[in-house]
């Protein structure tokens, strides 16, 4: 009986992870087609199909594959690396408020992006570079700032940092001209206006690269969570680290440099998939609840008010400021990491 019931308790955390997976993949499609389907010009599932097939239905064709198909793929992109990075981050470090959002690394690319908007003239492709070189250089700086070890003098270091390059954003805005001034509030707020799609195709194909390279480090990301000194002796050093970290910054990067900083998404997909897999941590989970959060936070950004369409970060900044509050009054922030 007893190795009955140890092979069951072996089993049940199996267990609960599939059904998490499944019932946030079931809640990522539902997400996917309310976005696709419904709205103010609405398409029927069976036309939804025969568009994805070929067939040219006036109206319907253009709306759906020029602005709503375009949108909620690169808005699933994005929450797949936001949520995986902000993961990543929060295990490594074991500290659930070291996200990319609140520690620089998204701030490092918008700055990037708002001083080559305001004062090198960039757009496009150069754009999207500058901000995914921006947020390395942010993040391999404070990672230098805050010594051997890291941890919790990281995420001291990331804030610092994060507060220094706002305001750098806020000067540079009283340079800028009212279009370009326009333009720079996509990289501080987080927008899928200008989803289009060889954007989706890059930020794909980057996706295909790097989430392979996570899978592959599932193991040492686990042990790392066990802390520094257990690690250690498992065989898991320092340098699996900041690898694993320079994977998260440039997921972080891709993300910001196709959609802008979407608030709080890296920071809450870690915490709320960890929650509903009983305390364990799951990559593949944080991921598919980062996607619904940006798919299901952009429908209701673009429909929630009558005739106001908002940035998908004002919604997601909405819901992720109690969440953080919540976070810190209930003590689940005060982990100390190794």
Known sequence: MSAVAVRRARRAPRRRLALVLTGLAAALVAAFLLRVLGGDYTVTLPDFLRILGGEQIPGATFILTESKLPRAVLGLLVGVGFGVAGAI?????????????????????????????????????????????????????IRLAAGPGAGYRLVLVGVTAAAALMAIVEYLFTRADQYDAQLALRWLTGSLNAADWPTIRALALCLAV??????????????????????????????????????AVLLTALGVAAAGPVAFVAFAAGPVARALNGGRSTLCGAALVGAVLVVLADHLAAYAIPDVNLPVGVVTGALGAPFLLWLLASGRAGRRSA
């Open 89 to 141: 981050f929060q295990g490594t470090l074991r500290n659930p408020l070291a996200s990319p959002d609140l520690i620089g690394v998204s701030m490092g690319a918008s700055a990037a992006a708002v001083f080559a908007i305001v004062v090198l003239d960039l757009s496009g492709t150069a754009l999207s570079v500058a901000s995914v070189l921006g947020a390395v250089l942010v993040a391999a700086t």
């Open 210 to 247: 790097l989430l392979p390279a996570v899978a592959s480090t599932a193991r040492a990301q686990r042990v790392l969570e066990l802390g520094r000194d257990v690690a250690t002796g498992l065989g898991v050093g320092r340098t699996t680290a900041d690898v694993l970290l320079v994977v």
